[in-house]
Every structure is written in structure tokens, then in C-alpha cells.
Nanobody, 123 residues
Framework: QVQLVESGGGLVQAGGSLRLSCAAS????????MGWYRQAPGKQRELVAN???????NYADSVKGRFTISRDNTKNTAYLQMNSLKPEDTAVYYC?????????????????WGQGTQVTVSS
């Protein structure tokens, strides 16, 4: 199995910045896509941004120009740099990864979620 551990959430004033990290561990063969999702109280989980192993990125319209996703393939880690934060960015942020891992000489696909990290933006 593959585990994802997020870090970097917290409380920040509007206009401030935070950087989230997501580290994947386990018998990883390769990770295709890593992404960040968020879920605010009473709302559905939504995609914030994702990035492929080749570096192609995709962003929600609401965060374009303010958030930047990146990854270090050598560390199996993804980052989300969040600038110009707004109160509406307040949510639990979840990391997601999809790829392949090895077990008992077999290669199996996986899709994993982190435990989530709270981001709160005060006005």
C-alpha cells in the first residue's frame, strides 16, 4: 500500500500564504498524478490542482494565478504554494496520488488519499 502524509496547513490572515506538502511512502514503482483537493463544511470535495509525472498541471478556476502545484519525483512529494489566500479558501485540503506499487513481485495500481490538513483563512 501507499501512504500519503500532508503537512503545512494552519491559520492565516486573508492575503497571506501557506505551503502544503504531501509525501508518499511505500513500495512505490511510479506515481502518475498527484493532486490536491479541498472540502469546505457542507460542500462537496473539489479538485484544487493536479500535476502529472511529466509536470503538466491543471487548476481550478478559483485558484488560478494564486496557487502553484509542484512535485519532486525523487522524493515522491507534491507541494501546493498558496498565495493571496481568501476566506473562501478555508477548507480541509486532501492530497491524492495515483500510480503503481509493488508487492510480492507484483505491480499493482493504487489510488490513495491523505488524512487531510486544515487551512483556515481569516478575514
Amino acid at each position: 500500500q501507499v501512504q500519503l502524509v500532508e503537512s503545512g496547513g494552519g491559520l492565516v490572515q486573508a492575503g497571506g500564504s501557506l505551503r502544503l506538502s504531501c509525501a508518499a511512502s511505500g513500495s512505490i514503482v511510479s506515481i502518475n498524478t498527484m493532486g490536491w483537493y479541498r472540502q469546505a463544511p457542507g460542500k462537496q470535495r473539489e479538485l484544487v490542482a493536479n500535476i502529472t509525472s511529466g509536470g503538466s498541471t491543471n487548476y481550478a478556476d478559483s485558484v488560478k494565478g494564486r496557487f502553484t502545484i509542484s512535485r519532486d519525483n525523487t522524493k515522491n512529494t507534491a507541494y501546493l504554494q498558496m498565495n493571496s489566500l481568501k476566506p473562501e479558501d478555508t477548507a480541509v485540503y486532501y492530497c491524492n496520488a495515483e500510480g503503481y506499487y509493488s508487492i510480492y513481485l507484483r505491480v499493482i495500481s493504487f489510488g490513495s488519499w491523505g488524512q487531510g490538513t486544515q487551512v483556515t483563512v481569516s478575514s
